[in-house]
């Protein structure tokens, strides 16, 4: 497993957020595409983001949205390696997960009941996601999901899940 912790990935810098600047920090993990990777990188997800103070539920859907796009990647991906780039600031999180596999675009809905057991990740993710966006590209496929981080007053609150959405468009 190889760990790169924030200040060497990225020098700090400032954004505005309401109205303040915020320091946005940036963490990477690469490893093998082996099923250990899951727990191993949704275990990377929490400690950093709880290390970097982020509320526990933005903690909590981090690990959620790290374990299914790190999942896809194991089994679907034909990858020899996962990396997953997590980035926090006072504003907002996302979780970027990259593999050299090729996104093989599935609709929703398709396939026969047994196929359907599996799929419900990506809606998972939606859940909780201010916005989803996958990249494909000679050199494999990222996944890259944003979510807002909640302000002090509104932490604890639940917030409804937005309607579905397909990150392929279908």
């Known amino acids: ?39 191993a990188l949704r275990a990377f997800t929490r400690d950093v983001a709880t290390r970097w103070g982020a509320p526990e539920e933005t903690v909590d859907a981090l690990r959620v949205i790290a374990t299914e796009l790190v999942t896809n990647s194991v089994l679907h991906s034909g990858s020899p390696e996962v990396s997953l780039l ?37 809606g998972l993710v939606h859940a909780y996601a201010t916005t989803c966006r996958v990249q494909r590209d000679s050199q494999g496929t990222a996944v890259r999901v944003e979510l807002l981080i909640p302000l002090p007053a509104q932490r604890g609150q639940r917030r409804e899940p937005p309607g579905r959405r397909s990150p392929t468009g279908c």
């Open 1 to 39: 497993m190889i760990v790169i912790d924030e200040q060497l990935l990225q020098p700090t810098h400032r954004r505005r957020c309401g109205g303040a600047a915020s320091r946005q920090r940036s963490a990477m993990c690469s490893m093998g595409v082996e099923p250990r990777a899951v727990p």
């Open 86 to 122: 997590l980035t926090v600031d006072d504003c907002a999180a996302s979780v970027e997960v990259r593999d050299a596999g090729t996104w093989r675009e599935r609709c929703p809905g398709t396939g026969t009941p047994d196929q359907m057991v599996d799929g419900r990740g990506l």
